[in-house]
């Protein structure tokens, strides 16, 4: 797990998961658990979703989320962001070599923040 917080307070938490689906009753209760957590970003990869899967089934309360599922088996990202953040995605900056979303987030004294989040492909070399 990998955690930062930045300068405009905002904490970011990635975690490889190996199945997003399998995890949701986790983490469900530790954000129903968890006071504080208005500024908290989850990453997410290897998710291994599929479009057969709808956002709502894997809502997380209080938070908004983007996913990039892999076509076949194993791999995704999903990005979970709290209700009252200014945030969108930024398809613009994404490809279909990388498994990965992009946000910006408009910061409370109008900053912008670009976050990434990406999954290793085994097969991509850079």
Not at 32 to 58: K, M, V
Not at 83 to 105: F, Q
């Amino acid at each position: 797990m990998l955690l930062n917080r930045n300068k405009a307070g905002y904490v970011l938490c990635h975690l490889n998961v190996r199945s997003l689906y399998k995890s949701l009753d986790e983490l469900r209760y530790l954000i129903g658990h968890c006071e504080g957590l208005n500024r908290l970003f989850l990453s997410f990869s290897e998710t291994w979703l599929s479009s057969e899967i709808p956002d709502g089934a894997i809502s997380l309360p209080g938070y908004k989320l983007y996913r990039k599922d892999r076509d076949g088996h194993g791999g995704g990202v999903v990005v979970y962001y709290p209700d009252g953040v200014k945030a969108k995605r930024r398809e613009d900056l994404e490809c279909t070599e990388i498994e990965g979303i992009w946000m910006e987030v408009v910061t409370s004294k109008k900053k912008r923040l670009l976050l990434f989040a990406v999954q290793k492909q085994c097969d991509f070399i850079i």
